[in-house]
């Protein structure tokens, strides 16, 4: 049974560093909790006891969550490539963020209409299916937990093409893909914004991005626009749209820290109170990633804020403005609603005063960041450049921090330089 515990975690930490938890919790307990309720116990610690339907689209190999059934879709028969019949079945489920179908197979099928009704409750452990909309239960029993959600089937509305006034929040690097006629593309992934809030952007021609960066404005012609698994909207672009830089950004709303509501995606902004280091974990692919642990209030609310994978590594500061786009809110082990960011969600840090600056120096990846330095003084900026790197980075300076609008990197004259050592070491002779 515990084996079912860790697949709802393995993407966060490996076995033995479950195994290790679920010791440590058999001691902190006295040795009063068994094997089981002490790995119930880690499960909830890592804040995966169960999740809401929009949270699915997590990258654990298994689930567990809530859900009231909607509709049944009925048992039916069909037959497989080898000649056997087989049955096949769906329930329909649903909280108050969004919808899901299970997916029952032969025995389990033919048992659902005499198990369960419309209207049930149930909790279910499984995993995801053929499709990301699709759950396969591997476990699923009644509960009396109250659930107020829509009892009507959503339908999924076809994408349509729209002109569009965006702010470019994040993109990632381009990604190969190959299609369906076997020919191989590129594709990007990001975030935008409008004044209806945040989007998931897809781009089939990385081309029509050229130009364009993380924090422009753009106006986007023939964009298809869909809703996304579990909610929220995506934002495709491909060869019949067209994109170009726009003058104005559109006001992407931003909700009040004292107005958040667990288990909803959001936008908020406030200033950092509290910073704690990045800790460390191993994930279940062996790879290690992070986990930081902040503060911030914008006035009304002072809250906690989580930051996974690579925001945990970003370089912050006490005192400064961050925004965070399509973050994630939920009710932390204190109590306490946090705000949680991570894959799929952006972080900026807003300037205060700021002046235009042009550094030349070199570029250091040190404990507390990346930082520009040289006599003058050190800087701290977000850059891919590597450690060593001599550059001219020209952007806007607010306090310790350049925001960087261009960099050139210098090319150092190797043979001018092994000549100018040649003719020092020739002065001692």
């Avoid at 902190?28 to 909830?44: I, R």
């Avoid at 179908?101 to 419309?118: G, M, P, R, Y």
């Avoid at 759950?135 to 109250?146: F, G, S, W």
């Amino acid at each position: 049974m515990v084996r079912y515990h860790y697949a709802l975690v393995d993407d966060l930490i490996s076995r033995e560093e479950f195994d290790r938890l679920i010791e440590k919790k058999i001691a902190d307990c006295g040795n009063l909790a068994d094997e089981t309720t002490a790995a119930l116990l880690v499960v909830k610690d890592l804040g995966r006891s169960h999740v809401k339907i929009r949270g699915l689209r997590g990258k654990s190999s298994l689930f567990c969550f809530y859900a009231k059934i909607i509709a049944f879709s009925g048992v039916r028969e069909f037959d497989r490539p080898e000649g056997e019949k087989g049955l096949v079945a769906r329930l329909t489920v649903a909280d108050e963020t969004g919808q899901v179908e299970l997916v029952f197979w032969d025995e389990q099928a033919a048992a659902l209409e005499e198990t369960f009704e419309i209207g049930d409750v149930v909790e279910i452990i499984g995993r995801h299916g053929k499709s990301i909309r699709e759950i396969m239960p591997l476990n699923l029993r009644k509960t009396c937990v109250d659930i107020d959600c829509v009892m009507e089937v959503k339908e999924r509305k076809a994408p349509e093409r729209t002109d569009l006034h965006l702010l470019v929040i994040s993109l990632a690097e381009p990604r190969p893909f190959t299609r369906r006629d076997g020919t191989s593309g590129e594709m990007v992934s990001g975030l935008v914004g409008d004044t209806n809030g945040t989007a998931r952007f897809i781009c089939w021609e990385p081309a029509l991005l050229s130009g364009i960066s993380p924090g422009m404005a753009v106006s986007v012609t023939g964009a298809l626009t869909k809703e996304g698994d579990y909610g929220g909207r995506e934002i495709v672009c491909d060869e019949e749209t067209f994109i170009a830089q726009a003058d104005t950004s559109p006001d992407i709303p931003v909700t009040a820290l004292d107005h958040i509501a667990p288990e909803t995606s959001c936008t908020v902004r406030g200033t950092i109170t509290k910073i704690l280091p990045a800790k460390p974990f191993t994930k279940r692919d062996g790879t290690t990633s992070f986990v930081r642990n902040l503060r911030f209030s914008d006035g009304t609310a002072d809250v906690p804020l989580v930051l996974w994978d690579v925001e945990a590594k970003r370089t912050l500061l006490p005192g400064e403005t961050i925004i965070l786009y399509n973050a994630y809110t939920k009710v932390g082990r204190s109590g306490e609603i946090e705000v949680s960011l991570g894959r799929g969600g952006a972080l900026t840090v807003i300037p205060d005063k700021e002046e235009p600056v042009r550094i030349e120096g070199w570029i250091l990846h040190v404990p507390e960041g990346i930082v520009i330095t040289n006599r003058e003084g050190s800087w701290l900026v977000e850059t891919r450049l590597p450690h060593g790197s001599h550059v001219i980075m020209t952007g806007r300076a607010s306090g310790k921090r350049v925001f960087c609008e261009s960099e050139e990197v210098v090319k150092e004259d190797l043979e001018g330089l092994k000549n100018a050592v040649s003719s020092f070491i020739r002065s001692f002779s």
